[in-house]
């Protein structure tokens, strides 16, 4: 056996918790027991995938909402672009070519 089969072998929980934290790839030195002598319980790994979730739900609803700010900015940006290049054409209403190749 690895040290890897031996993981589970020396924490207090019941095989039914056992079973679900391999399963579910959750280390058991993480999750507090609630059993007899701090045993931990199915129940106990159960909330601990809850908790694991419910963290993962709020980091995904934060990363996109930050993506839909960016992505207004960025449309607010694009929206703009004929305002700010109007600001910086030549007089005149002549296109930059134009401008240029009239000027050389």
């Known amino acids: 056996m690895s040290d890897e089969d031996n993981t589970h072998e020396e924490v ?3 095989d ?3 079973a679900a934290a391999e399963e579910a790839q959750l280390n058991l030195d993480s999750v507090e027991g609630t059993g007899v002598d701090g045993r ?3 129940g106990d790994v159960d909330k601990a995938i809850a ?3 419910e963290e993962a739900d709020a980091d995904l609803e934060n990363a996109l909402l930050r993506l839909r700010e960016e992505e207004a900015a960025a449309e607010e940006e694009v929206e703009e672009a004929p305002a700010k290049a109007e600001r910086f054409a030549p007089s005149g209403g002549l296109s930059i070519k134009k401008h240029i190749t009239k000027n050389i």
Do not use: V
């Open 40 to 42: 931990i319980t199915k």
């Open 51 to 53: 908790a694991i979730e």
């Open 12 to 14: 207090n929980a019941t």
């Open 16 to 18: 039914a918790a056992i």
